[in-house]
């Protein structure tokens, strides 16, 4: 299954459509960027802004999109300006009629947000449905990513406000920005999943289980990287809570408890095998995804070790962002929950998760997958 980026550009007032096909990289719902970059003859100054962008002027498109539905195919990255988006807030014919100029239609709206960094000024544009589709603005940015990060933030606290207001969602899809010095352009992505074949059942799910599982779909399902990652580290917790329970259990019956030795792998030749006997689907293990999952401060680490001083202080910032213990609310979740941290952690901390279900459950969880990533045929065994 391939993935499509495309790139439009402007010549003699026509466009010309650009498809490229790229190779999947990264894991299955990690959010990354995808980046155009222009070269210029030989000699232009433009030549020495680095990749990511310089010091100078940007334009950022903010694309909404209806929950469940997605503007384009989720295997195609499009970097087409234009794509109109869709919301459920209705700014402009024929979604709103205005009784006392039924004549004068609206085209678009304009916000404006006052910061120590300026004034910034923001175009909503609405749909053919007059539903609001984008949100178009310039602003002075250090680089593309940086100028995607102050576009986010001066916008959000308006989606907020209006979803406060009317509940109703307002889901940023896509993040497209433009240098205007270079024309580069970065736009904000979602890797798809990949497609599975359907397993045949091995056995009986216990009630545990199904409680661990179903958090972990649920996490999945989610667009929000916070609250993906509390899942997560929920997970954790349930696991290593049960642990708890069942050496005390042993103890009592002067029984033993054990459970096998979790660290995450420290040597680049240890990362696939290690990938390999957690996930059923085989593909290749690119760079990218490689580097996102095996963090280095991570490597070489016992799961307790890294759970403990780096996921529990994560998980702890993330979930007391909006109150202290007094309740109060101390900060907007608009800052607070987009943190790069947490995109940071969250391959890694999948991981472990799968990891842990292996060991806590071997009899149910990756039951066909051996510990060399070779399937076993499960299809032969008798149901109960």
Same mark, same amino acid.
């Given at each position: ?8 550009? %402007? ?20 959010? *990354? ?14 030549? %020495?802004?680095?990749?990511? *962008? ?29 794509? #109109? ?11 709103? $009629? ?13 916000? /404006? ?19 609001? *589709? ?20 001066? &916008? ?58 179903? &958090? /972990?779909? +649920? ?28 050496? $005390? ?10 459970? #096998?030795? +979790? ?6 030749? +240890? ?25 280095? +401060? ?5 799961? *307790? ?16 962002? &909006? ?24 391959p890694l901390t999948k991981c472990i998760v799968r990891r842990m279900l292996k060991n806590e459950f071997p009899e149910q969880y990756l039951a066909y997958l051996r510990e060399d990533g070779t399937l076993i045929d499960t299809s032969a065994t008798e149901r109960p």
């Amino acid at each position: 299954m391939g993935r499509e980026a495309r790139a439009r550009t %402007a010549k003699d007032s026509q466009r010309r459509l650009l498809n490229q096909q790229i190779p999947q990289t990264g894991l299955p719902g990690e959010p *990354g960027h995808l980046v155009l970059h222009n070269e210029f003859v030989a000699g232009d100054p433009r030549n %020495a802004i680095p990749v990511g *962008g310089g010091i100078g002027g940007y334009r950022v498109i903010l694309t909404l999109a209806r929950p469940g539905f997605l503007p384009v195919p989720e295997t195609e990255f499009s970097f087409d300006p234009d794509i #109109p988006g869709d919301s459920h807030l209705a700014i402009a014919a024929p979604a709103v $009629k205005l009784v006392a100029r039924p004549d004068d239609p609206i085209v678009a709206m304009t916000m /404006y947000s006052e910061s120590s960094a300026g004034r910034i000024e923001f175009v909503g544009r609405p749909n053919k449905k007059g539903f609001l *589709g984008r949100v178009e603005g310039e602003l002075q940015a250090n680089n593309l990513l940086d100028a995607e990060r102050r576009a986010y933030r001066t &916008l959000a606290p308006a989606l907020s406000d209006w979803s406060a207001q009317l509940d109703i969602p307002l889901r940023i899809w896509r993040i497209h920005v433009t240098a205007v010095e270079t024309g580069a352009t970065q736009i904000s992505v979602i890797n798809p999943f990949v497609e599975a074949t359907v397993l045949s059942p091995t056995g009986i799910l216990s009630p545990e289980y199904r409680g661990f599982s179903s &958090l /972990y779909r +649920e996490a999945l399902e989610s667009n929000s990287p916070a609250y993906q990652f509390l899942c997560l580290f929920k997970l954790i917790e349930g696991i290593r809570y049960r642990r708890g329970r069942l050496a $005390k259990e042993a103890k009592s019956s002067g029984s033993d408890f054990t459970r #096998p030795i +979790e660290s995450v792998p420290e040597h680049a030749d +240890e990362f696939e095998p290690w990938l390999n006997a957690l996930y059923p689907t085989r593909r290749q293990w690119d760079e990218i995804a490689l580097d996102s999952i095996f963090v280095r +401060e991570a490597r070489g680490r016992r799961f *307790g070790d890294v759970i403990g001083h780096e996921l529990r202080d994560l998980r702890n910032a993330v979930a007391h962002a &909006l109150s202290d213990s007094t309740g109060a609310m101390t900060v907007s979740a608009d800052e607070a929950l987009h943190l790069d941290r947490v995109s940071q952690w969250i391959p890694l901390t999948k991981c472990i998760v799968r990891r842990m279900l292996k060991n806590e459950f071997p009899e149910q969880y990756l039951a066909y997958l051996r510990e060399d990533g070779t399937l076993i045929d499960t299809s032969a065994t008798e149901r109960p």
